[in-house]
């Protein structure tokens, strides 16, 4: 059941960035049936069910309607630049084993085929922190990282004062601090609560030296 709803990468650009979703709906039938309805203009690459069975809706080469507006790197047209995985999930469960594990598989071979690095598998919450939560706080970054499929930082302190410049230099977009810091603890430090401190500044001092845009 492939999606119509695609088009060409702009410009010239070719996948530099992969973006990880959920889908937000009650179950994978209705998210499929949703990315490929021409009327509601919005797709994904890969869609991967509960179950780890992974459908191919829009070519990799073309354009998927997956991420909408938000930037990453000082790209901003980031459907043009990145391939879109949704994972069947509501958003208040966990993701299963066979997802997970075909997950991994897929994007093993994505990165393989388009030479894409472990730091550009973002969330979708990463590119558009001021509207989107996605894949949340229940999603497992640190496995993905352990197998080189994401990056993940290690232990550090900084000065608060160097978050929001060590965010851009790692590639986040523009926001207000509270967004962004509330973006980056979703994916990076799920547990953590409270004012800006300084092991949010030194995870994210870490990535930025590791992981310059």
């Not at 073309?62 to 999930?89: K, P």
């Not at 962004?180 to 030296?209: C, E, H, I, V």
Request: glycine letters at 8%; a neutral charge; hydrophobic letters at 45%.
């Amino acid at each position: 059941m492939p999606s119509p709803n695609f088009g060409d990468r702009r410009g010239g650009a070719v996948p530099s960035l992969i973006v990880l979703h959920y889908t937000g709906m009650a179950s994978c039938a209705e998210a499929r049936a949703r990315l490929c309805d021409p009327s509601f203009e919005v797709s994904a690459h890969w869609l991967l069910s509960e179950q780890g069975e992974a459908e191919a809706l829009v070519p990799e080469p073309l354009r998927a309607w997956h991420a909408g507006a938000g930037g990453w790197g000082g790209l901003s047209d980031i459907n043009s630049h990145s391939i879109g995985i949704e994972l069947a999930n509501t958003g208040s469960q966990p993701f299963p084993e066979p997802q997970m594990a075909a997950l991994e598989g897929l994007l093993a071979g994505i990165m393989a085929r388009w030479a894409i690095p472990a730091h550009r598998i973002i969330a979708h919450s990463d590119m558009a922190p001021e509207r989107k939560i996605d894949p949340g706080r229940r999603f497992d970054w640190q496995r993905l990282a352990r197998q080189g499929l994401s990056v993940w930082p290690e232990t550090a302190t900084a000065d608060p004062a160097d978050f929001l410049p060590a965010l851009q230099r790692f590639g986040y977009p523009a926001a207000a601090p509270d967004t962004l810091l509330a973006a980056f603890r979703l994916r990076f430090r799920p547990w953590a609560t409270g004012p800006l401190s300084p092991q949010d500044a030194g995870a994210a001092a870490n990535l930025a030296r590791r992981f310059p845009v």
